[in-house]
């Protein structure tokens, strides 16, 4: 079964550093996300993504985040400057085309952000 | 302002029992919803969905009930399985089906005794 795909599984980093998070979305799909969760917490959404622009962005995603598709198959979360307050779990999902009439998105095993 | 949320933390269940997972939301104008499944390390997984038009809808082993008039929301696994266990999330998808931008609520623990 196609699934998304995710790198790195875990990432360190000193606060200020930039990261990028990289994702393989499913071949077909045409919706990309980013969500977050923090360690115990309910998972949030970041921003969605379609027609290689932002469609909608949370109050989460600043300036210091960034996504783009830079190749036409990777989709990529970029922070510029990290902060403590970034550690979480990253997930990107996907989704098929609009006229697949569901709200089924399809999550990665996500990126683990560890920020010192 | 729209919220979804859950009733209950935690639920501990035997094997075989039937398992209730319930989910409240406070948005009237909410009128899709989603049930994910997420097993320790890995992302959310989709179970099942239900519009507003609907009660009520099966799947394999699991069937969700919808009440408007409470904003309630629930999930029954039948014959609940040690695989079962994980930390189910209700969603609501904002906008239809439009742009993926799912609200989640807190997350029920489920746990299943052999």
């Known amino acids: 079964e196609p699934e998304v795909t995710q790198t790195p599984s875990h990432q360190v980093t000193q606060m200020g550093q930039e990261v990028i998070l990289r994702c393989v979305p499913i071949s077909n799909h045409l919706y990309f996300y980013w969500y977050r969760q923090i360690l115990g917490q309910k998972v949030e959404f970041l921003v969605s993504?379609?027609?290689?622009?932002?469609?909608?962005k949370s109050e989460i995603f600043d300036d210091q985040f960034s996504v783009e598709r830079p190749d036409g198959s990777n989709f990529t979360l970029k922070i510029r400057s990290t902060k403590l307050e970034d550690s979480a779990m990253y997930f990107c999902?996907?989704?098929?085309?609009?006229?697949?009439?569901?709200?089924?998105?399809?999550f990665g095993e996500g990126s683990r952000l560890t920020v010192l | 302002g729209e919220s979804v949320g859950l009733h209950l933390p935690t639920l501990s269940v035997q094997e075989g029992d039937n398992s209730i997972i319930n989910c409240a939301y406070s948005?009237?104008?909410?009128?899709?919803f989603i049930w994910y499944k997420q097993e320790s390390g890995k992302g959310p997984q989709f179970i099942i969905d239900?519009?507003?038009?609907?009660d009520k809808r099966q799947g394999q082993r699991v069937t969700v009930l919808l009440n408007k008039t409470v904003k309630h929301l629930s999930l029954q696994i039948a014959a609940t399985q040690p695989g079962d266990s994980a930390v189910y999330f209700c969603a609501d998808l904002a906008g239809g089906t439009s742009y993926g931008k799912l609200t989640f609520g807190q997350g029920t623990i489920l746990t299943v005794h052999p």
């Open positions: 993504f379609y027609n290689n622009e932002i469609s909608e």
């Open positions: 948005n009237s104008a909410s009128d899709y």
């Open positions: 239900i519009r507003s038009n609907m």
């Open positions: 999902a996907t989704r098929r085309g609009f006229l697949a009439n569901t709200g089924e998105l399809f």
